[in-house]
């Protein structure tokens, strides 16, 4: 009998959205849940609530702020909502929709931003998930750059993409971007099975994926788009690890069949039920109880999941 997979529950039997209505084990804010009894509802709202409790570690240039090296170095090595609202309420306990100056921000990735979005999203009602993938605005043109967005349902229109990075005017205009950032067009953020069906398609350079292009470094290529399924399947089944956070199968010699398999599943409509029992039944993208943690700053270490 194989094990189940970190996070597991059962195969839901009702309409799909309403299992991104519950948090995970990464979203749940714990003893911080009073804080949200006073938060809005619309999606938008939001969205710029938790812009204004994180600063990207990569944002302190363009809000004039010097990140301290110990928080560039281990705010975004916390996984757990629960963790990152304590260490936000630390520096400031004003209520959450309070704005955070820059200096008593959280400083994370766009994980953490579409994560708190996330949980704020899914305590009003409204079921969201995250998405890993690659966006062609946040870095040189033909580049498709490693991003998180959240994915939130609505109503008429079934499942829309949000990026919470640009809810604050300054960040979208730094990037030049022309659309709304509670609707992101899905031409211009892939999703990562998406990005891997275009690569194995040669419709785009493997290259043009990743953290920075080739000629900065080793990070992009095939098996990045290989290793961000994996990211993304574990986030469709509210597995939310840090983007780092390595498991299975994933070199330069990555095999193609479970990716393939993970974008047949993953682009379009989600068919939740097979996501579920592919991510509980194949070893190699079932997020283990301990994963390998690839920390840009701290280093490699294994560490083991709640």
């Known amino acids: 009998m194989r094990p189940k997979p970190h996070g597991s529950s059962p195969v839901p039997s009702a309409d799909f959205p309403a299992f991104y209505l519950g948090q995970s084990a990464f979203s749940d804010p714990g003893t911080h849940l009073p804080r949200y009894t006073e938060l809005p509802k619309d999606p938008r709202q939001l969205s710029r609530i938790a812009r204004n409790l994180i600063i990207h570690r990569l944002e302190g240039r363009l809000f004039h702020h010097h990140i ?7 705010d975004a090595e916390t996984r757990y909502l629960d963790d990152i609202l304590h260490l936000i309420t630390e520096r400031d306990p004003a209520p959450l929709s309070h704005p955070r100056a820059p200096a008593d921000r959280f400083v ?4 953490d931003l579409a994560l708190l979005h996330c949980s704020f999203l899914r305590h009003v009602g409204i079921p969201a998930r995250l998405r890993c993938g690659f966006a062609d605005y946040l870095g ?6 490693d991003h998180v967005a ?8 079934g499942w829309l993409l949000a990026d919470p990075q640009l809810a604050d005017p300054r960040v979208a205009a730094a990037w030049r971007v022309d659309f709304d950032p509670m609707d992101v ?7 990562a099975g998406r990005a891997w069906r275009t690569i194995r398609a040669d419709r785009a350079a493997a290259g043009s994926f990743g953290v920075h292009p080739p000629e900065e470094g080793p990070l992009n290529g095939a098996w990045f788009v290989a290793h961000s399924t994996r990211l993304d399947l574990a986030a469709l089944n509210k597995v939310e690890t840090l983007l780092w956070d390595t498991w299975g199968t994933g070199s330069t010699n990555t095999p193609h069949a479970p990716y393939d398999e993970v974008a047949h599943l993953t682009v379009g409509p989600v068919d939740l039920p097979a996501v579920r029992r592919l991510f509980a039944e194949h070893d190699a993208l079932r997020t283990p109880k301990t994963v390998l943690s690839l920390a840009p700053f701290n280093g490699p270490r294994e560490v083991t999941l709640r």
């Open 108 to 111: 994370g990735v766009c994980r």
């Open 150 to 157: 959240t994915e939130y349902w609505d109503d008429r229109r």
């Open 68 to 74: 301290p090296t110990s928080r560039l170095h281990h």
């Open 185 to 191: 067009p899905r031409d211009r953020f892939l999703v």
């Open 140 to 145: 040189p043109d033909g580049f498709h750059g």
